[in-house]
Nanobody
C-alpha cells in the first residue's frame, strides 16, 4: 500500500514562513501529479497548489506569489514552501499523491497567529 505522511506544520506568526513536507512510500507509486490542499474549520477542502511532471505548478489565487510547491522524485517527496503567512492560511494541510488513484496523508496543522 501507498503511505503518505505530511510534516512541518506548526504555529507561526503572521509574516512568517513554514516548509511542509510530504513523504510517500510504497512499492508502486504514481508520482506524476502531486498537490497540496487545505481545510479550515467549517470550510470545504480547497486546492492550494498542484503540479504534474513536466508542467508548471498552479496555485490558488490566495496563495500565489507566497507559496511554492516543489518535488523530489527520487525521494518521492513533495514540499510546500509557505512565505508571508497570513491568519487566513490557518488550516489543516493535506498532501495528495496521484489523481486516479490518489493517496492522501493525515494532514498537518498550520496555525498562523500572533
Amino acid at each position: 500500500q501507498v503511505h503518505v505522511v505530511e510534516s512541518g506544520g506548526g504555529l507561526v506568526q503572521p509574516g512568517g514562513s513554514l516548509r511542509l513536507s510530504c513523504a510517500a512510500s510504497g512499492s508502486i507509486i504514481s508520482f506524476n501529479y502531486v498537490g497540496w490542499f487545505r481545510q479550515a474549520p467549517g470550510k470545504q477542502r480547497e486546492l492550494v497548489a498542484g503540479m504534474s511532471s513536466g508542467r508548471s505548478a498552479n496555485y490558488a489565487d490566495s496563495v500565489k506569489g507566497r507559496f511554492t510547491i516543489s518535488r523530489d522524485n527520487a525521494k518521492n517527496t513533495v514540499y510546500l514552501q509557505m512565505n508571508s503567512l497570513k491568519s487566513e492560511d490557518t488550516a489543516v494541510y493535506y498532501c495528495r499523491i496521484g489523481s486516479i488513484p490518489s493517496y492522501w496523508g493525515q494532514g498537518t496543522q498550520v496555525t498562523v497567529s500572533s
